[in-house]
Every structure is written in C-alpha cells, then in structure tokens.
C-alpha cells in the first residue's frame, strides 16, 4: 500500500513539474547540440533536478513558509515565496500553460476556435480539477499522469526505432550554456514552494505527520519523479537531435516537436501531440492552482479561502492567457531573470542546512544574489551596466553566481553560530 501512494506521488510530482516548456525545451536543445546532445541533456537535467532536490531540502526544513522563515528571515521568506508564486501560480505559468495549449493543441486541428472561449473552457476543467484540494494528488497521479507518459512514450520509442535522420555535428556555440539556459527557462526550481505543500499535505492527510515518518516516502516520490523526468528528457533531446541532418534551421521549439510528431506519425502524431500537450499542460496548471491556493490560505491564515482562491486564479489566468503566448513569455522573461538567481541560491543551501551554523549565511547569499541579478537584468535587457559582463560564469547565465558565494561569506561572518537546523 505504501509503494503504491509513493508512485503516485511520484507520478504526480513528474506531472506537475513536466509543462509544456518540459516538452518544447528538450528537442530544440538535441538539435542544435547534435552529436553533443547528451551534454546538452545532462546540463539541462541537472537544472531540472535541482527542483527534486528543492523538494527534499524544502520539507525537511518544515515546509516552504518555515523553511524560508528559519533561513533568510519572516519578511525576507514570505517576500521571496511570495514573488515565486504569483510567478509560477497566477501572473506567469497558468496562463502560459493555456496559450501553449491553443496554439500547440488546438490551433492546428481546430482552426476555427478562438483563443478565447478555448481559455475559458480550460480555465474551467482546472477549476473543477482542484477545487477539492484532498483530490489534487490522486487526479494528477492516478488518471492523468499514465496518459501522459503514454503519450510522451509513444513519440520516444518511435523515434528510436525509426530515426529521423542522422545526427548531425553540433551547430551550437555552447551547448553546455544551451542546456543550463533551456533548464533555467522552465522556471521549475520556482515551483518547488508550493510543490512541496501539496506532497507535504498529501502525506499528513495519509497519516505521517513527522520528519521520521515523511523521509523515506519524500525520498522516493523525489526519487520516481526525477528518473521520470530524466527518462523522458532524454528520449525528447535524442528526438531532437535525430533531426539535425533532416530539419532545417528554421523551426521554433513548437514547430519544431510539430515537425517530429508529423514527420514520425503522420497526422496521427499531430494528434498524439494535442493530447500530450493538452495532458502537460493540464497536469501542470492544476498542480500549480493546487499549490497557490494553498499558500494563500496559509499566508493569510484561512482568511482568503483555497476554494475562492482557485476561482481567482482561474479568472485572472483567462484574463492574460488572451494576451498571447508569445505576449507572456516576452513579458515574463525580465521577472524571472530576478527571481530566480535569489530563489535557486536559497534552495541549494537549504540541502545543507544540517551543516550550516550561521544564519547569515542564507541572508547574505540570497541578497547577493538579489543584488546581482537585478544589475544583470538592467543589462540584458536595457544594455545600461556593461561591466556585468565580467563576472563568472556571465555567459553561462549564472552571472549572480559569484555575488551569491560572496554576499553568503560576509553574512556568515557578520552573523552569530546558531544551532545546525535538522
């Protein structure tokens, strides 16, 4: 019985990180890295499984609002929660999962649909999909899930009987850097603080309600989740690699997946994919809507309710989601060039927090990492702090990394030893 809920937490949590950027990310990625399409794969998985990780750190530490609370501080935590939800549970990722949906699902074999009444109707299935937060776990796990590793599956296998083409040398500059940067991009490490309340909620409605009771079960959906996800990943950056001497260059993530479904399947494939994304996507804003509205009640201690929560989110997600696709990931991509560096940096710390006796430490390395992701976003995207460019690791997109390492040595100095958390 206990293996059983342990896959389906592990299947839900696969479920729930894997949205449609999990699926557009990877082939592009095997493209242009060509014969260096596992290196490419390993970088991008390695970002990705951080957010496993997260999940473990997280719980172990109490939960998402006291891990951060005992970390960085009451205010500082909630603000940073706070940011990574709105993020990943209301302005960002619920309506970029419904745009993507139209337009990767939707649009090709339904022209005649408007994005509109596509958007309310999908805002409608997540509404009734997790309006009852005891059944958040066990929809995604049990029914959605299979379906959606089925699908994936089928494109995977297909591709590796019957290869596309033959891979071609790589026509990336810095494969390593493109697969750091797709990993950053899916914006999953964000996911983790309100991930982690659903599965923490679902093993204290299963009756384990303390660390020693939580561990092993912790472990092992983080453990189902990540080899899921590093099955498929790896299967859909072949797919994409296998294309390099048969696709030309000018494909996008979406068309390109479009392309390999068509060009593998035929119109079936096309119709495989509508469903895969539709699942992808699905499994993904319920999982969010789930996990905000949870944060929110707990935040604001029962006063906004879960359930008048999810219609909030469900109203304002069809509200950008007509914005556009291409709309919210323009607009989302300077936000999460801030958020990110601040969050990621917490979260590693947070694994090993048993070794860390000085408290100044999270709060010196999170405002280094604030600070410097700040001044890197005013040059990426206003071209006004050129010396960012100096710093380390710049051009791999971690240029907040060295500011982080540095603002966590003077914090720790700075502060008083206090008893390792455990």
């Known amino acids: 019985m206990r293996m059983r809920q342990l896959l389906v937490s592990g299947f839900a949590l696969f479920a729930m990180f894997f949205g449609a950027g999990n699926l557009i990310f990877p082939p592009f990625l095997g493209k242009s890295g060509g014969q260096d399409w596992f290196l490419g794969f390993l970088c991008f998985f390695l970002v990705e499984a951080l957010s496993c990780v997260g999940i473990y750190a997280t719980i172990h530490a109490g939960g998402s609002v006291q891990s951060m609370h005992r970390s960085i501080g009451a205010k500082p935590g909630v603000v940073l929660n706070t940011a990574a939800i709105l993020?990943?549970?209301?302005?960002?990722?619920?309506?970029?999962?419904?745009?993507?949906?139209?337009e990767m699902a939707?649009?090709?074999?339904?022209d005649g649909i408007g994005l509109l009444p596509f958007s309310i109707l999908f805002f409608v299935v997540v509404l009734l999909l997790t309006i009852r937060p005891s059944r958040v776990v066990e929809i995604i796990g049990k029914c959605l899930t299979p379906a959606l590793i089925v699908g994936i599956l089928i494109l995977i296998v297909v591709g590796i009987v019957n290869p596309i083409g033959e891979i071609a040398p790589s026509s990336s500059a810095n494969i390593v850097q493109d697969g750091v940067l797709a990993g950053y991009q899916a914006m999953d490490i964000l996911s983790v603080a309100g991930f982690a309340i659903i599965i923490q909620d679902n093993?204290?409605?299963?009756?384990?309600?303390?660390?020693?009771?939580?561990?092993?079960?912790v472990a092992g959906t983080?453990?189902?989740?990540?080899?899921?996800?590093?099955?498929?990943y790896g299967g859909l950056t072949y797919l994409g690699a296998s294309t390099g001497a048969s696709f030309g260059n000018g494909l996008d993530q979406a068309g390109l997946i479009v392309a390999i479904t068509q060009e593998l399947l035929g119109q079936a494939g096309v119709i495989i994919l509508a469903?895969?994304?539709?699942l992808a996507c699905l499994t993904t804003a319920i999982g969010l809507f789930g996990a905000t509205?949870?944060?929110?009640?707990?935040?604001?201690?029962g006063r906004l309710s879960y359930r008048v929560g999810i219609v909030l989110l469900a109203v304002i997600g069809c509200a950008i989601c007509n914005l556009g696709l291409s709309t919210i990931i323009a607009a989302a991509s300077p936000v999460l060039s801030v958020i990110c560096p601040p969050f990621m940096t917490t979260v590693v710390l947070?694994?090993?927090?048993s070794w860390i006796s000085r408290p100044g430490l999270y709060k010196g390395a999170a405002l280094g990492a604030t600070l410097a992701s700040l001044l890197l976003a005013l040059h990426d995207y206003l071209h006004i702090f050129a010396p960012a460019e100096l710093l380390p690791f710049y051009s791999y997109g971690f240029g907040w990394l060295l500011p982080a390492v540095l603002g966590g040595i003077i914090g720790a100095l700075l502060s008083k030893p206090a008893a390792a958390q455990n």
Do not use: D, N
Not at 89 to 101: E, L, M
Not at 106 to 110: A, D
Not at 203 to 217: D, I, L, N, P, Y
């Open 275 to 278: 469903v895969v994304v539709t």
């Open 350 to 353: 947070l694994a090993f927090q």
């Open 293 to 301: 509205a949870s944060y929110f009640q707990r935040l604001t201690g």
């Open 203 to 217: 093993m204290v409605q299963s009756g384990w309600k303390t660390w020693e009771e939580q561990r092993s079960h």
């Open 106 to 110: 939707v649009r090709p074999l339904f």
């Open 222 to 232: 983080t453990g189902v989740a990540a080899l899921l996800l590093a099955v498929v």
């Open 87 to 102: 993020c990943t549970g209301v302005f960002i990722a619920p309506p970029r999962t419904a745009a993507t949906t139209y």
